[in-house]
């Protein structure tokens, strides 16, 4: 099966798309200096002012402490049950003091997704 997805991606096509890709035909990049893409989702981002007070609290938080704040907040702020309930469980897994994950596991874990949203204690 693994062969068999390996020939796949090693089509002549494929490697077209790829190259492209790379090359960074497809990919632009924003700098600092230009205007945002409009739309970050195809859900609504709610404003702040029409949110609850915790999950502003914690947007501020944030914000104050990266600099910047993180798409997922603003994304998934359009249902606030929702948000609280993943940061919820990103604070079980991730600040617990005891529990199967050692500081290596949890390295692995914010280096695999690679964002300011998850930093190690």
Avoid at 73 to 85: D, G, I, Q, T, Y
Wanted: net charge positive; glycine share 4%.
């Amino acid at each position: 099966m693994a062969s068999n997805l390996v020939w796949k991606l090693c089509r002549p096509p494929v490697f077209r798309q790829l190259a492209s890709l790379r090359s960074g035909a497809e990919i632009r990049h924003f700098s600092s200096s230009d205007p945002p893409p409009e739309n970050i989702s195809r859900y609504p981002v709610p404003y702040r002012k029409d949110l609850p007070h915790d999950i502003v609290d914690l947007m501020e938080e944030v914000e104050s402490k990266g600099g910047f704040l993180p798409n997922v907040f603003k994304v998934l702020s359009h249902r606030p049950a929702e948000f609280r309930a993943f940061f919820s469980y990103y604070n079980e897994l991730m600040n617990k003091e005891t529990g199967g994950l050692t500081k290596a596991d949890l390295h692995c874990i914010a280096f695999t997704l690679r964002s300011p949203l998850f930093p190690i204690r």
